[in-house]
């Protein structure tokens, strides 16, 4: 059974709750929607998932829905997603339009209930067309790294978003000029979920085992949507560099996106290359594997996140709630979570990446101590309890523009 509000105190303490119920009161009966392009795959619906339901338990009136997509205006928005991390990529006049008529369709479709709608990423941005027949105020929350988009793509954007209340993003960084407020809402892992609880020593084992992974030999993990800005290609090659010194396994673990129509050519490259290898386990997960990566990553010895670009990187803060020491890209998200040295290291290279994959399988006590330190990062930055406050802080501003002091 879902863990309910009260049952965080075991892991954030009691002041963290009752601060919370606080908060809530003063928002006590406001109805909040969140909209986002998918029920299933990737960090936003992990969030929404769980921050749907721990609103509802403080009393707000929250509701999380889809729009809807099809092949056509996924294409699209993939191709977007890409643009605005920085990747050459070719979007034709057409794409555009095809995304505005495709919007044009979900606008009556759509029921807007929320006084606060947030609005998740560039796929359903053009939903704010609404907030003129509905009210309330509309929150764009951007979950990806736009710190360098391409310019035509983010041309295209910005004025949907300049028609927002407020947009959130999760560095600094990525923050753009735009003529309304911005905030800084770092994502979030659910720490008492399937996919981040304790688990026994036992269903570890045999979770690795049912996969024909060896427990007693080192493993290096990443859990990633096969999709190339999460280079899994590159993991492969880090591996095989480790693999010439140091015997070890690779698991890469992922599934599908409704909303990524890139993901199954990728998967089927990685697979050619691990073909001959039976060290390497690809392993497709269907939806809601969550207690499936819970045991690999708990199994691993060292866990990767070698993306080359990262809104966040949720699979980051998973690994060191776990424990276990993450190299990452030096990108995005990631460079918040992984204090170089301390939660673990930052790479830029399959060379680098394999040295330090190698550094962490011969040095048990740095696995350890890195590992220590990322357990208390994330209990420290990145809990969920953390994500629901700033959301009814942000609630709270938008309900009181230019005053900075709300009373509570
Ligand atoms: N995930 C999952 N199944 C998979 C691959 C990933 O449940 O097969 C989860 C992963 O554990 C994490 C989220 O999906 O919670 C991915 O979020 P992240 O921010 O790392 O990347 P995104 O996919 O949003 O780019």
Redesign the pocket.
């Known amino acids: 059974m879902a863990a309910r509000l009260k049952d965080y105190a075991s892991v954030v303490g009691t002041d963290v709750l009752q601060e919370l119920e606080v908060l809530a009161e003063k928002v006590e009966g406001w109805s909040v929607q969140h909209i986002n392009s998918t029920a299933v795959g ?3 619906a ?1 969030m929404l998932q769980r921050l749907n339901p721990l609103m509802k338990d403080l009393g707000i009136d929250s509701t999380w829905d889809q729009i809807e997509g099809n092949t056509r205006f996924f294409r699209v928005t993939k191709a977007i997603h890409n643009a605005l991390h920085g990747s050459a990529v070719e979007i034709t006049p057409g794409m555009f339009d095809d995304y505005r008529d495709h919007l044009r369709s979900q606008l009556d479709r759509m029921t807007i209930r929320g006084d606060t709608v947030f609005i998740h990423d560039p796929q359903p941005a053009g939903l704010i067309a609404l907030k003129e027949r509905c009210g309330g105020a509309w929150i764009w929350r951007c979950h990806i790294d736009i710190s360098t988009p391409d310019r035509q793509v983010w041309d295209f954007l910005q004025p949907y978003v300049n028609n927002y209340d407020a947009a959130i993003f999760s560095m600094p960084d990525f923050s753009q000029e735009l003529n309304i407020p911005q905030f800084l809402v770092p994502p979030s892992i659910d720490p008492l979920g399937d ?1 981040n609880r304790e688990l026994d020593p036992g269903v570890i084992t045999g979770i690795l085992e049912k996969h024909g992974i060896d427990p007693n030999r080192p493993i290096i993990t990443q ?3 096969f999709d190339h800005l999460k280079d899994p290609l590159g993991v492969i090659r880090a591996y095989q560099l480790v693999r010439k010194r140091t015997d070890c396994q690779l698991v890469l ?3 599908e996106a409704d909303d990524d129509p890139e993901g199954p050519a990728l998967l089927k490259e990685v697979q050619e290359k691990a073909a001959a290898d039976p060290d390497i386990h690809v392993l497709l ?1 269907p939806p809601f ?2 207690l499936e ?1 819970n045991a690999l990553v708990r199994g691993s010895s060292v866990v990767v996140q070698k993306s080359i670009k990262e ?5 980051v803060a ?1 690994a060191l709630w776990k424990r276990k020491p993450v190299i990452g890209g030096a990108v995005g998200g990631i460079r918040r979570q992984i204090l170089h040295g301390v939660t673990g290291f930052l790479v830029r290279s399959v060379e680098g990446t394999a040295y330090r994959i190698r550094q962490i399988l011969n040095d048990d006590a740095l696995a350890r101590q890195l590992g220590e330190n990322g357990r208390v990062h994330v209990q420290n930055n990145f809990l969920l309890t953390r994500h629901l406050k700033d959301y009814i802080l942000l609630m709270l501003a938008l309900r009181h523009p230019g005053q900075d002091m709300i009373p509570v």
Do not use: N, Q
């Open positions: 990737g960090g936003v992990e996919k859990i990633s949507r673990a992922g599934g997960l594997s969550d990566i809104g966040f990187g949720l699979t998973e």
